[in-house]
T-cell receptor
Framework: GAVVSQHPSWVICKSGTSVKIECRSL??????MFWYRQFPKQSLMLMAT?????????EQGVEKDKFLINHASLTLSTLTVTSAHPEDSSFYIC????????????FGAGSRLTVL | GENVEQHPSTLSVQEGDSAVIKCTYS??????FPWYKQELGKGPQLIID?????GEKKDQRIAVTLNKTAKHFSLHITETQPEDSAVYFC????????????FGKGTTLSVSS
């Protein structure tokens, strides 16, 4: 079946530094990937839609300059949290769509970011 | 935009009992309704989904029903087992290419033996 790999699974960083999270579709090409954010005991909140070869579409309230998304290939999307602060600590989860006409999402295992 | 409501937020059952989780959605254009199971510290895993041209779908102990007129859909788990304990999320989308899923707030299911 479809597999989405996310790396790193855990990351701890100092306030003010930047952190990059990678999302890879291992056995399929994903023209569209989505980035979600999840706070403890809460639901998944859509942050942005990432389309290969074009700029990401951000949801209302999500700072595009803070959460940089790059989807340079059909198998890789990256989320960079720039100048991270403690309030950015969260569980970040990516998901990928198989094929342009599909709407079945496969999720990565998530990346837990802790900003000290 | 789409809004998905999910109830209950927590559900405790005895092993062997059935569990039912209900969701409502607001966008009548939505036509794809998946259910995800999320274990602690892991990403969501798709367990079953249903499309608007179907009223019910079953996969072993898990079933989903859809009422498009009332705009609600439900997850049914029979003969629950301790390993069913997790957070369950319902979601909805219009099914258009590249459309994101909108999730409910989740239900924490606890199955005690």
């Amino acid at each position: 079946g479809a597999v989405v790999s996310q790396h790193p699974s855990w990351v701890i960083c100092k306030s003010g530094t930047s952190v990059k999270i990678e999302c890879r579709s291992l056995d399929f090409q994903a023209t569209t990937m989505f980035w979600y954010r999840q706070f403890p005991k809460q639901s998944l909140m859509l942050m942005a839609t990432s389309n290969e070869g074009s700029k990401a579409t951000y949801e209302q309230g999500v700072e595009k300059d803070k959460f940089l998304i790059n989807h340079a290939s059909l198998t890789l999307s990256t989320l960079t949290v720039t100048s991270a602060h403690p309030e950015d600590s969260s569980f970040y989860i990516c998901s990928a769509l198989q094929g342009a006409g599909a709407n079945v999402l496969t999720f990565g295992a998530g990346s837990r970011l802790t900003v000290l | 935009g789409e809004n998905v409501e999910q109830h209950p937020s927590t559900l405790s059952v005895q092993e062997g009992d059935s569990a039912v989780i209900k969701c409502t959605y607001s966008d009548s254009a939505s036509n794809y309704f998946p259910w995800y199971k999320q274990e602690l510290g892991k990403g969501p895993q798709l367990i079953i989904d249903i499309r608007s041209n179907v009223g019910e779908k079953k996969d072993q102990r898990i079933a989903v029903t859809l009422n498009k007129t009332a705009k609600h859909f439900s997850l049914h788990i029979t003969e629950t087992q301790p390993e069913d304990s997790a957070v369950y999320f319902c979601a909805a989308s219009t099914g258009q290419a590249g459309t994101a899923l909108i999730f409910g707030k989740g239900t924490t299911l606890s199955v005690s033996s």
